[in-house]
């Protein structure tokens, strides 16, 4: 147990207080901050803070109650002016003394149609004042149906179901399909990043000769539980750091964006993540231990394990045929193959509902697979090791040649 | 009791024979002599006594039974390929090699000092080994062969890459490793350093035991009948007992003929009246008989 701990302590060690290590853990992060800084930047600069006109046939602002809100540079409050018709009010918007204007008809709010008419969209800003400058004059309507008022007021949720009922899709509720997809890229880059670091400290030994010295003060079996422990922790490190530095986000971007507080994750979809997730990282590392062990240059070992990891990111690629037909062919081939399979589940989940024995049938797959490749990883150690300093063929690998 | 007893070891590599029945014991308190030619499978052997291959058949006790998880932290090897990891500072890198020996990080560390000091590599302990030249990685990496204080010390060609001070410094470590009680297993070319440091060699050829022994009877068996001698006076043209004299050196070889000994011919010199100045059997250098035995061995396996 000792040494074991040892092998840890020196993997950890050496990759996390390594400068390396820190300005890869921090760019992902810090790109994600200046990308939001740039469109902040950018929304300020384009933005169009000149005022927009109305014309009311239907009298709801005849003497309208000004807005009681505050703004900041983000946020700025509209100026609202009346008009008594369209054209003096598309005159002044082709003159661009106002941004755009509103046309209320006669007969709201039994009628609807409010009109919008710009020469550049208006921002998301400038409308959702509109709309609470209306509901804040609707009491000029004395006689108002009680309903018609909490329906103007409410506004429309469009929920998409499945025929039988057993999933529900509401339009605010899009982070459902995000968060699945976004923790599959987070998840998946730390499977590389430790399988990456792992396949580095297999091959390590021999390409620096040190394997005999190793060999002859540790068992096969203690190196590699060490290693591969060691270089799993800075996946997870990784990890950890990242899932804070997204939690520290929601809950800044939360003052600004109120919906953002509701993201929340269904406790079926994190079972099944760590149900999938598991296996797969198992299987990735001792994937990568195979790859480190057979091989004797950084280089050669670097270029088989990109061939892996292609093969589990392809899901990415046909991101857009697996979302328009997550039951299709392509969607099931992948998601049956244990490299895509991680990543096709995910993405399937946010799509549509998985019946619960692929998703067994899947986690299964996966466990037997990642129980193969840890076998195969410790054939291909060994074998490496009577091979000192040569390559280990298919045919050793796979071969029913004993050992010695 | 021997610290290794290597009992009829055999193994091949498909077609080739590595190692061959082979038989040898090594005890505490002994350097051992490892030789034999490029492929002769002393590598071979040193690998199957640290247990990284297992014999074909055949049994090797070590340190008083088969090898365990325990006893790996009772031996130092320096190994053939020699490497260290290169990326991290020397220090770091011996300490962590030393705790997969089983010493706790601290009393590494005080320990590694001394090596660190003894062997002229303090100053440059925050290194990279890699910025290290060679022959101070292969001073780190004896570092790393000796710091838990092994019972059994196994190096293969210890001397390559340093210069006469370091090979000075590294004979004076092994020899005081020797006196403390521990047994050395040394493998190498040098012949010189052999007949200086080994008490007991072994020589193997093709996987063959070819000579075993103590260095002096095996000088003994392979010592000629011959007789330097350094005289003041000239000698005479004929010596009593002696069948040839030959130039040498400044040395005059003197040839005994049959039924003679060395002790009479010294007498026969001095009852003549001549002065030497070095008078000495021929023992013959344990280089010749390296040649000379690998070359019978290799025209015997032609025959």
Known sequence: MFKIWQIIKYEYRRHVFNKRFLFSLLSLPIMVIAMALAAFIISFFVMDTSPVGYVDRSGV??????????????????????????????????????????????????IRDIELFFTDMPNWTLQNQFRLLILQNLDTFQNLDPQVKTRLQEGSLFTLATVDESRE???????????????????????????????QAVVEEKENRTMEIVITSVTPSQLMTGKTIGNISVGLTQLVVWLIFVWVGLMIGARFWPFLSEISLPGHIIVVMLLIFLPAFVMVAA???TIGAVMTEMSEAQQISGLFSLLITIPFYVTTTIMSNPNGTLALILSFFPLSAPITIMMRMAFTTLPTWQIALNV?????????????????????MLKYGKKVSLKDLFGKRELT | MPIINVHNISKRFGETVAVDNLSFAVHPGEIFGLLGPNGAGKT???RMILDIFEPDSGEISILGGPMTDDKKNRIGYLPEERGLYQDIPLERCLVFLATLKGMPEKSAASKLTEYLQY??????????????????????????????????????????????????????????????????????????????????????????????????EIQDRFASRDIFVRPRTPLPAVIEGITEIRQMNGRQLLVLAED????????????????????????????????????????????
């Open chain 1, 169 to 199: 899709m509401r339009e605010d509720q899009w982070f459902l399909v995000i968060t699945p997809i976004i923790i599959s890229i987070i998840f998946i880059l730390t499977v590389m990043t430790s399988g990456g670091y792992l396949l």
């Open chain 2, 119 to 216: 062997f002229d590599l303090y100053d440059v302990r925050d290194k990279k080994v890699k910025e290290l030249s060679k022959g101070m990685q292969q001073k780190a990496q004896l570092i790393s062969t000796l710091v838990h204080d092994p019972d059994l010390i196994i190096i293969d060609e210890p001397f390559t890459a340093l210069d006469p001070v370091n090979t000075e410094m590294v004979k004076d470590i092994l020899e005081a490793k020797r006196d403390e009680g521990k047994a050395i297993i040394m493998s190498t070319h040098q012949m010189n350093q052999v007949e200086e440091l080994c008490d007991r060699i072994l020589l193997i050829d093709h996987g063959h035991l070819v000579l075993y022994g103590t260095l002096q």
């Open chain 1, 287 to 289: 994937i990568m231990s």
């Open chain 2, 44 to 46: 071979t052997c040193i």
């Open chain 1, 61 to 110: 602002l005849s003497s309208p109650m000004p807005l009681d809100i505050e703004g900041d540079i983000f946020n700025p409050v509209f100026e609202f002016l009346p008009y008594r018709d369209e054209a003096q009010a598309q005159q002044d918007l082709e003159s661009g003394q106002i941004q755009a204007y509103y046309v209320i008809p006669e007969g709201f709010p039994e």
């Open chain 2, 260 to 303: 003679v000994e060395p002790h009479q011919v010294l007498k026969t010199l001095i009852n003549q009246g001549i002065e030497m100045t070095a008078f000495e059997v021929a023992i013959p250098p344990l280089n010749e008989i390296f040649i000379q035995v690998v070359k019978k061995q290799a025209r015997d396996e032609d025959v």
């Open chain 1, 364 to 384: 299964v797959v996966l466990v037997i697979i990642a129980a193969f490749s840890v076998w195969l990883a410790g054939r291909a150690f060994r074998l490496g």
